[in-house]
């Protein structure tokens, strides 16, 4: 094993354990330390909050869905953004300024109930949607309880983020990441091109196969970050960035696609907050005689800004692959 690279990627993305017999000030700082720098991280031991077996079922969940048919993929297809749906091969480019940055890869999304998901049929996949409406819950109470070390980490009481998560808009997305057979070896291997998350917190579930990567702050080097089993990966989203005026990072990541050949399946859990919250700078952030960057938001009006710049659900699928 090469020390000197797992000692570093370690350091740039740590890893944090939520065991409950850790105290919440132990937790918060290490947490605050890492949204210092990159905002990502990863979490360890929150099966309190996770039941242990679902992220599992979760991922396997996601295979299968992916096997369906096309045609049966397609009837789902995704309306818009906050319903869902199913994202076809190469719909989504992350980096809006580069016309080459439509990913290699399919997606399906979800909200919370009552939103109106176009679901595949229990006859299809008998227990996909219990499934994935057991993992969208338990990732909202994570996330929820990360907001707790994160107010307590910036000095604020921990329930001062608890109204933005109050009947939040969230998404879940199953991501599958594989070169289509119309795909040349010499096309691009951008599998999620460089981009920043828009919300507040990202609770990403990665399979094995790796391929995320950060862009540190300090180095400006793309830093990788490993899967590690029985591990979520947390990263900061723009809100956080805008509420903090900065100090905490989003910061800049992507995903390289896998060779052909190989598939790579990550669910990623998007927290956007109640639409109607108004994201401003927090005070206490701002040192002395610093002025706030951003002004204030409704959580809803950011998402729809970015969602409008990423998404081109009318590309010619001739074109695609
Ligand atoms: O699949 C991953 O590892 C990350 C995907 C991602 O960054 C995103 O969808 O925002
Ligand atoms: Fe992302």
Redesign the pocket.
């Known amino acids: 094993m090469d020390i000197t690279a797992s000692i570093s990627e370690m350091g740039d993305v740590p890893r944090i354990s939520l065991a409950p017999s850790r105290s919440a000030e132990d937790i918060a700082t290490e947490i605050r330390a890492a949204c210092l720098k990159n905002g990502f991280f990863q979490v360890t031991d929150y099966y309190q909050i996770v039941p242990r077996d679902l992220p599992g079922q979760a991922l396997a969940a996601a295979r299968e869905f992916f096997n369906l048919p096309l045609a049966i993929k397609r009837g789902l297809h995704k309306v818009d953004h906050v319903a869902g749906g199913y994202e076809p091969y190469k719909v989504m480019n992350?980096d809006p300024s580069d016309p080459m940055g439509y990913g290699h890869n399919e997606g399906f999304s979800f909200a919370a109930e009552p939103t109106p998901t176009a679901w595949p049929s229990t006859a299809d996949l008998p227990a996909f949607k219990q499934v994935m409406r057991s993992y969208y819950g338990a990732v909202t109470d994570l996330a929820k309880s990360l907001g707790r070390f994160l107010a307590l980490g910036l000095n604020l009481p921990d329930s001062y983020f608890d109204d933005f998560y109050q009947d939040q808009l969230a998404h879940v997305?199953l991501?599958h990441y594989y070169r289509s057979d119309g795909s040349k070896v010499t096309e691009s291997n951008v599998g999620?091109a460089p981009?920043t998350?828009w919300g507040a917190i990202?609770i990403?579930l990665?399979d094995e196969v790796g391929?995320?990567e950060v862009l540190d702050q300090e180095s400006s080097e793309w830093i990788k970050v490993p899967p590690i089993p029985d591990a979520f990966v947390i990263n900061l989203g723009d809100l956080l960035a805008r509420w903090t005026n900065d100090e905490y990072k989003s910061t800049k990541?992507r995903?390289i696609s896998p060779p052909p050949g190989v598939h790579r399946y990550?669910i990623?859990f998007f927290s956007q907050g109640h639409p109607d919250y108004i994201v401003r700078t927090i005070q206490t952030c701002l040192k002395e005689g610093e002025q706030t960057k951003y002004s204030p938001i409704r959580a809803e009006d950011y998402l729809k800004l970015k969602f409008e710049s990423t998404y081109n659900m009318n590309r010619d699928p001739g074109l695609i692959l």
């Open positions: 992350l997305k991501a999620v981009h998350d990202t990403l990665q391929g995320l990541h995903v990550s990623p």
